[in-house]
């Protein structure tokens, strides 16, 4: 796949260069839209304009959606109003508040200006709801039926209205209040008699989602129910909009890379590596390194005031990043299974004392043979002495034990408290991990020897 696109890249910018406008045009329109827009990443700014004009009207709305941020900013730019226009008239609304959230202000204003009425007001409407949430992310282009409807009353409609609206595949029943009475699907439309009524065809039993519910939780109703789309409603259960897969399928997508993002203590990024400058980047890093390495501190202040104890033995000094990386490693690995646990809603804040319970199993069954290696180690390789030997494994079992009841414990008290559970990923589980094991390692020295 990588290599189709890098020839198709080259083989748009050779025909643009000789000019072959036809021969440009033709291939443009045999291709899909997000291969388009994945070939167009390349292409320099001055040619850009151009290629993208020989695109259908229909088309080109739709490689624009797939097309990068910065690269949509520059045709913007270059559009002349009619231009704009067209590719706006184009665009679901969905898509086009995307593009109005992501532009400078006075682009905003020249998308907004060649917007009709009606899509401006639903642009409008749809930037009012928090970030984030179903409000935010819905499109109000549905198909809306009444349950007195015959199932051929149902179909003609479709037929009319259906060209303009996001997916027919599923229809919604409302009254006239627009209230939410049921679903039903263009199969069981065309399936059913005639003259059957929407009501008597539709389910009744309707899964929706307040406009008001964060985004993520959306997602995760798409892989729980396999719908293709899922309706938002307002408090008085009235039709606001829907929610459709290939959105929920990018939510997927940025909260994937917002976690990932946290649990590497990165402030996250809406906006492609290559796409952000390395002023953005040193943003994005600089406070969780400043924060991490000021915690650290206090490992250097603890080796500091403990050195006399430390250097009984030459040994005890030696086996410390053993044991800090042992700590966070097992940590890491156990914060990282209970974040995905409760992002995909496997564990609640309920189960806390069950996971530590099991975590506490886990630990013993790993640190105990970790323990007897490196017992073993110091004894026939290194000639340290028994209680020397018994200390630092000792001290390597209860940094595991530490370690895992740490890293399931946090992301739970977070999610519980109304934090984002990645934030307590493995960065902070290794520092706090790092400390109290220290604590635990010199309390020990200090006890057997």
Known sequence: MINKITVLEETIVKLAEAKKYASLRDLLATLNPADIAEA?????????????????????????????????????????????????????????????????????????????????????????????????????????????????????????????????????????????????????????????????LMTPTVVAVNTLEDQETVAQMFSKYNFNALPVVDGDERLLGIVTMDDAMDIMEEEATEDMEKMAAILPSDRPYLSTTVWDIFKQRIPWLLALMAASLLTGLIITGFADVLMASVALVATIPLLMDSGGNAGSQTSVTVIRGLSLQEVEPKDILRVIWKEFRVALLCGIPMAVLIFGKLMLLDGQTVPVSATVSLALLCTILLSKIVGCSLPILAKRLGFDPALLASPIVTTIVDIVSLLIYILLISVIL
């Open 40 to 200: 167009f990443g390349n292409v320099s700014d001055q040619t850009l304009p151009l290629v993208f004009r020989l695109l259908p009207k229909e088309l080109a709305a739709e490689t624009f959606v797939e097309m990068e941020t910065e690269q949509q900013e520059i045709l913007i730019r270059g559009f002349s109003d009619s231009e704009l226009k067209a590719v706006v008239e184009e665009l679901y609304v969905d898509d086009a508040v995307d593009l109005v959230e992501e532009m400078p202000a006075n682009v905003v204003s020249r998308i907004l200006a060649q917007a009709d009425p009606d899509t401006r007001k639903m642009i409008n409407d749809i930037l009012k709801y928090p970030e984030d949430s179903a409000g935010s992310v819905m499109t109000t282009e549905m198909v809306e039926l009444q349950g007195r409807m015959t199932a051929a009353e149902a179909i003609e409609h479709i037929r009319k209205v259906g060209v303009d609206k996001e997916t027919i595949n599923t229809c919604y029943i409302t009254g006239r209040t627009h209230k939410l009475k049921g679903v039903i699907s263009i199969r069981s439309l065309i399936l059913a008699d005639p003259e059957a009524l929407c009501q008597d």
